[in-house]
């Protein structure tokens, strides 16, 4: 491909934006004893510039600084316990861990019949 003058400024335009908005180079999951582990790469990004919000088992991370935006929305199903989720950053990195839903004893009832 030939690239023009106005190639390459389109090219530079689309690569700043990208290093703008997309901070997240890292995006590894990982399930090790029954915790689920989200890391993400949040350079320059700090603990208070990072929100985590979770609505009808939606997580949502956003985080947004002078230079840099970072969102990801992530639907969970019903085997994580969300209500024990645990994230830090630490190095430019957010993680995020969330344990597996602990298996509920079955109940039993026992209907007297009169």
Same mark, same amino acid.
């Given at each position: 491909?030939?690239?023009?003058?106005?190639?390459?400024?389109?090219?530079?335009?689309?690569?700043?934006?990208?290093?703008?908005?997309?901070?997240?180079?890292?995006?590894?999951? =990982? +399930?090790?004893?029954?915790?689920?582990?989200?890391?993400?790469? @949040?350079?320059? *990004? #700090?603990?208070?510039?990072?929100?985590? !919000?979770?609505?009808?088992?939606?997580?949502?991370?956003?985080?947004?600084?002078?230079?840099?935006?970072?969102?990801?929305?992530?639907?969970?199903?019903?085997?994580? =316990? +969300?209500?024990?989720?645990?994230?830090?950053?630490?190095?430019? @990195?957010?993680? *995020? #861990?969330?344990?597996?839903?602990?298996? !509920?004893?079955?109940?039993?009832?026992?209907?007297?019949?009169?």
């Amino acid at each position: 491909m030939i690239y023009t003058m106005s190639n390459a400024w389109n090219l530079l335009d689309e690569l700043a934006e990208r290093a703008r908005t997309n901070t997240t180079k890292q995006n590894n999951m =990982d +399930i090790v004893d029954d915790v689920l582990t989200m890391n993400f790469d @949040v350079p320059g *990004l #700090s603990k208070s510039d990072i929100t985590i !919000k979770v609505e009808d088992r939606v997580i949502t991370l956003e985080g947004e600084n002078d230079d840099r935006t970072f969102n990801k929305q992530y639907k969970l199903n019903e085997d994580w =316990d +969300i209500n024990q989720a645990e994230a830090k950053v630490k190095n430019g @990195v957010l993680s *995020l #861990s969330i344990p597996k839903m602990k298996e !509920k004893k079955k109940k039993v009832l026992e209907i007297i019949v009169k």
